[in-house]
């Protein structure tokens, strides 16, 4: 059972565009929601996150957006450039805190 | 220089043969991690160990087992290889015991069984 769910599998954009990534959640007691970012041959690396007491957190051209009700997220990269180009794991972190659950991640391309 | 380092980076074994990943860390955390991560699974938890021989089965366990006799040092051990245990594996490490922030990885072990 998937307890976080991410789409799409995949995604392209052309640069300068804004890409849009959504994540969904089922555990009502998750309240720490991190994106990690992972380029190829390497590990994933913390790049952005958010508490649920909150409905939105930026940090340069990435945004999260939170809706609570819904239990939906979802990260937003403005002005897209190539280099952003890496898969995207939304995760969310226990109720007892003790471990995070990692979506099966998003592929960005982003093309010149 | 915080760093989370997994040896080897390329492992290929045969099935039934066993195997030793290891990882180190530099940053004194207390909580290590193992994950495997697959095509269109992402991240699955392996193992957390939260001290020096104090490891707790995260969600897929079966088929695999841990090692930390020291605070920098996690190993993960596969008793006879199976095919379905290809995958990448990535350690990582967290500054927190009981509330897991930010988690450092290390960039991986691609292990084929064959």
């Known amino acids: 059972q998937q307890q976080v769910r991410q789409s799409p599998q995949s995604l392209t954009v052309w640069e300068g565009e804004t890409a849009i990534l959504n994540c969904s959640y089922e555990?009502?007691?998750?309240?720490?929601f991190p994106w990690y970012q992972q380029f190829p041959g390497e590990g994933p690396a913390l790049l952005i996150s958010i508490r649920s007491v909150s409905d939105k957190k930026e940090d340069g051209r990435f945004t999260i957006f939170f809706n609570k009700r819904e239990k939906k997220l979802s990260l937003h990269i403005t002005d897209s450039q190539p280099g952003d180009s890496a898969t995207y794991f939304c995760a969310a972190r226990t109720s007892s805190g003790q471990k995070l659950v990692f979506g099966q991640g998003t592929i960005l391309k982003v093309y010149l | 220089d915080m760093k989370v380092t997994q040896m080897p980076r390329y492992l290929i074994k045969r099935m039934g043969e066993n195997v030793l990943l290891e990882c180190g860390q530099d940053?004194?955390?207390?909580?290590m991690y193992w994950y495997r991560q697959d095509p269109g699974l992402g991240l699955q938890l392996i193992y957390i160990?939260?001290?020096?021989?104090?490891?707790s089965e995260g969600d897929i366990p079966k088929g695999y087992r841990v090692s930390r006799k020291k605070r920098e040092h996690f190993s993960l051990i596969l008793d006879s290889a199976k095919t379905n245990q290809t995958s990448v594996y990535f350690c990582?490490?967290?500054?927190?015991?009981?509330?897991?922030?930010?988690?450092?990885f290390g960039s991986g072990t691609r292990l084929t069984v064959l």
């Open positions: 160990s939260y001290d020096v021989d104090s490891n």
């Open positions: 555990d009502s007691t998750f309240n720490y």
């Open positions: 990582a490490s967290s500054p927190s015991g009981w509330s897991a922030e930010t988690l450092y």
């Open positions: 940053m004194s955390h207390e909580t």
